[in-house]
């Protein structure tokens, strides 16, 4: 049971380029998001969505865009890279669209954008 | 302002002691919280969820415990070991929107023989 995957795991861009961050899980999980996580602070949310067809902005959406076009596949797409967007991208997902179910992390897609 | 403050910042124990590390959240009114492991270079691992009416939860060696009334929440490590090194992450959920998490900046604890 492969859980929740990522890739690449590793990404340069350069400044203005565009790219697709891959999250795929193998649960049947309703809910997929996407945080990105920066030096000295929390996990911030970008995107989620509660099922396929369905997604919603976060916290910290804009230079970002995602699709939910199946229930195992959530990528996010960086429209035209800055080097703001550097960071470390973790995709999540958890069984329910609400509720306490635990959310389960991949392992993360470290970018830098030169 | 950061709706949930962790601390301290980082920890250093020997291998065996016990520790506790602290969430003091200012999210209100709150569906759950949840405590999180993790590791350098890997995503986050769920130790505990505990709804706003709950006041323990316990994982193995981990223990949570939430104090509503205050809005805190601790973590205690019994028996640390070698392994237990890594970042505890605390997690807030509104009850407006469950799905708009917010995150603590983490405790790095380190675990040392």
């Known amino acids: 049971n492969a859980g929740v995957t990522q890739t690449p795991k590793f990404q340069v861009l350069k400044t203005g380029q565009s790219m697709t961050l891959q999250c795929a899980q193998d649960?049947?999980?309703?809910?997929m998001s996407w945080y990105r996580q920066d030096p000295g602070m929390g996990l911030r949310l970008i995107h989620y969505?509660?099922?396929?067809?369905?997604?919603d902005q976060g916290e910290v959406p804009n230079g970002y865009n995602v699709s939910r076009s199946t229930t195992e596949d959530f990528p996010l797409r960086l429209l035209s890279a800055a080097p703001s967007q550097t960071s470390v991208y973790f995709c999540?997902?958890?069984?329910?669209?609400?509720?306490?179910?635990?959310?389960?992390f991949g392992d993360g897609t470290r970018l830098s954008i030169l | 302002k950061n709706q949930v403050e962790q601390s301290p910042q980082s920890l250093i124990i020997l291998e065996g002691k016990n520790c506790t590390l602290q969430c003091n959240y200012t999210v209100s009114p709150f569906s759950n919280l949840r405590w999180y492991k993790q590791d350098t270079g890997r995503g986050p691992v769920s130790l505990t969820i505990?709804?706003?009416?709950?006041n323990t939860k316990s994982n193995g060696r981990y223990t949570a415990t939430l104090d509503a009334d205050t809005k805190q929440s601790s973590l205690h490590i019994t028996a640390s070991q070698l392994s237990d090194s890594a970042s505890y992450i605390c997690v807030v959920s509104p009850s407006y929107n469950n799905n708009d998490m917010r995150f603590g900046a983490g405790t790095r604890l380190t675990v040392k023989p």
């Open positions: 505990m709804t706003f009416s709950e």
């Open positions: 999540a997902s958890r069984e329910g669209a609400t509720g306490n179910q635990p959310q389960h």
């Open positions: 649960m049947n999980h309703e809910y």
């Open positions: 969505s509660v099922g396929a067809g369905i997604t």
